[in-house]
């Protein structure tokens, strides 16, 4: 993608942050029903989330990591589109599992319980900082 100036360039990333946005979700879905069908199962439910939220977020990683590369995002372009998915994330994660799914509010954040094992928080940091560590720099 070529550089525009301002607020150009800023319109021409919102469709494809967008979509990749999307794109993150697909990978989350389909890990979560993996992580339920099969490695729940086989290991439990805490290793079953510890090892499915490793998996998403290298995931992720790898798939932002192609993102980046292609929109050639700059640092602080990087760290408008990491936290405009981490508010998007946040706000599905707790919109639909609460409003949709019918979990408590106190079921939805035992995820994020470092104390008792609980990694979601790795993957909104991956969601959030990722663009921007691996922006390019030069």
Aim: glycine fraction near 10%; charged fraction near 15%; avoid cysteine.
């Amino acid at each position: 993608m070529t550089k525009e100036p301002g607020n150009s360039r800023a319109v021409a990333l919102i469709l494809p942050s967008l979509g990749f946005w999307l794109l993150l979700a697909a990978i989350a879905t389909a890990a979560g029903v993996v992580r339920q069908l099969w490695l729940v199962p086989l290991i439990g439910e805490l290793r079953g989330h510890q090892a499915g939220t490793v998996i998403v977020a290298s995931a992720f990683l790898g798939a932002i990591a192609v993102f980046v590369r292609r929109m050639r995002l700059s640092p602080a372009e990087a760290l408008a589109v990491g936290a405009a998915w981490l508010l998007g994330a946040i706000t599905f994660e707790f919109g639909f599992g609460h409003y949709v799914d019918g979990l408590s509010w106190t079921r939805l954040l035992a995820d994020y319980d470092l104390t008792e094992g609980r990694l979601l928080l790795l993957l909104w940091v991956v969601v959030g900082a990722g663009p921007f560590l691996l922006a390019d720099r030069h």
